[in-house]
């Protein structure tokens, strides 16, 4: 069962960069694909960005092309969402999820790491 734990989150101030990390564990060699979501107050979760386990695909949300980058270090189980140019509007919870072999969506989830942007 994959096991994913988020961390890097914090306070920036806009215009900054932060850079998340999400660290698998439990059967990383199940992944397929991995993403960030993320979710503000009051909003529904909403899709950041996503890669397949071997990095060969990449997709972001237009809210963030140009300016988030994911990445994987798969001899160290973990996935990295860099983070530039952050706006206020990208405050949110950042969540890290999986999509495992076979499912037919993502089905691990990590706790969440804050990040709040100021201006």
């Known amino acids: 069962q994959v096991q994913l734990v988020e961390s890097g989150g914090g306070l920036v101030q806009a215009g900054g960069s932060l850079r998340l990390s999400c660290a698998v564990s439990?059967?990383?060699?199940?992944?397929?694909?991995m993403g960030w979501f993320r979710q503000a107050p009051g909003k529904e979760r909403e899709f950041v960005a996503t890669?397949?386990?071997?990095?060969?695909?990449?997709y972001y949300a237009d809210s963030v092309k140009a300016r988030f980058t994911i990445s994987r270090d798969n001899a160290k189980n973990m996935v990295y969402l860099q983070m530039n140019s952050l706006k206020p509007e990208d405050t949110s919870v950042y969540f890290c999820?999986?999509?495992?072999?076979?499912?037919?969506?993502?089905?691990?989830w990590g706790q969440g790491t804050q990040v709040t942007v100021f201006s």
């Open positions: 890669s397949t386990w071997t990095g060969s695909r990449t």
């Open positions: 439990g059967g990383a060699f199940s992944i397929y694909t």
């Open positions: 999820a999986a999509r495992t072999k076979g499912a037919s969506g993502y089905d691990a």
